[in-house]
Nanobody
Framework: VQLQASGGGLVQPGGSLRLSCAVFGITLDNYIIGWFRQAPGKEREGVSCISGSTGSSYYGDSVAGRFTVSRDNSKGTVYLQMNSLKPEDTAVYFC????????????????????????WGKGTQVTVSS
C-alpha cells in the first residue's frame, strides 16, 4: 500500500488550497482515509477522515466548516479542500489509511487517535503566510 500526498504550497491568509492523496494497492471501498498535519514542535493531529465505502466524513474542531474532504474511488484519490486558511494551518499534511473492517477502526476514532492508521504517505508542506 502506498499513499502520495500532493498539492501543498504557499498561500496567503484567507486563501484556498486543494490537497490530493493518491492511494495505490488497495480499493478505497474497504478503507478509511485520514488527513493529519504536524506543525513544527507540535504533535501530529487529525484533520479529517472519510469512509471509502460510505463517504461519511469527520473533521477536527480546528478545521470544521473550512475544510472539506472528498474521494473519487474510481481514481483511488482522496481530496482535502482547504478554504479560509489561517497561519495556524501551516504544517506538513499527511494522508493515511486503515482497513475499516479491522476491529477498532473508524473515522471518528481516527481523528483523535492516529495510531489506528496502518499506512502513511510522505507529507506535503502547507504554508499560510502573507
Amino acid at each position: 500500500v502506498q499513499l502520495q500526498a500532493s498539492g501543498g504550497g504557499l498561500v496567503q491568509p484567507g486563501g484556498s488550497l486543494r490537497l490530493s492523496c493518491a492511494v495505490f494497492g488497495i480499493t478505497l471501498d474497504n478503507y478509511i482515509i485520514g488527513w493529519f498535519r504536524q506543525a513544527p514542535g507540535k504533535e501530529r493531529e487529525g484533520v479529517s477522515c472519510i469512509s471509502g465505502s460510505t463517504g461519511s466524513s469527520y473533521y477536527g474542531d480546528s478545521v470544521a466548516g473550512r475544510f472539506t474532504v472528498s474521494r473519487d474511488n474510481s481514481k483511488g484519490t482522496v481530496y482535502l479542500q482547504m478554504n479560509s486558511l489561517k497561519p495556524e494551518d501551516t504544517a506538513v499534511y499527511f494522508c493515511a489509511t486503515s482497513n475499516r473492517r479491522r476491529v477498532g477502526v473508524s473515522c471518528r476514532r481516527a481523528i483523535g487517535d492516529r495510531s489506528i492508521m496502518d499506512y502513511w504517505g510522505k507529507g506535503t508542506q502547507v504554508t499560510v503566510s502573507s
